[in-house]
């Protein structure tokens, strides 16, 4: 079993930042892929960022590449979402995610391939 918890959000204008902190434990080993997510009311869950753990390796959806940005603390069991240039469209509650993955399934950071949930997190972004 691994816990996930998510923390980070809040409330900023467009144009902003925000750093989302996903800190895992229990048996963490059995996870090599952590991912974010995001679900806005009335949409479905959608994959944002993915990091193959093992080897640093990351992955984006299209429409955040260049202005989100997954890391990881092996030390501190943590996955960073460095968040900049924040659009009113970025406004979502924002799930971390861990999985024991083949390197493309993390890379297609697609929500039904991750066992292990975290909290969601509140991310808003006004105009």
């Known amino acids: 079993q691994v816990q996930l918890v998510a923390s980070g959000g809040g409330s900023v204008q467009a144009g902003g930042s925000l750093r989302l902190s996903c800190a895992a434990s229990?048996?963490?080993?059995?996870?090599?892929?952590m991912g974010w997510f995001r679900q806005a009311p009335g949409t479905e869950r959608e994959g944002v960022a993915s990091i193959y753990t093992s080897g640093g390796s990351t992955y984006y959806a299209h429409s955040v590449k260049g202005r989100l940005t997954i890391s990881q603390d092996n030390a501190k069991n943590t996955v960073y979402l460095q968040m900049t240039s924040l659009k009113p469209e970025d406004t979502a509650t924002y799930y971390c995610?861990?999985?024991?993955?083949?390197?493309?399934?993390?890379?297609?950071?697609?929500?039904?391939?991750?066992?292990?949930w975290g909290q969601g997190t509140q991310v808003t972004v006004s105009s």
């Open positions: 995610a861990a999985a024991r993955l083949p390197t493309n399934w993390c890379a297609s950071i697609w929500p039904s391939r991750f066992g292990y």
């Open positions: 229990g048996y963490t080993s059995s996870s090599n892929c």
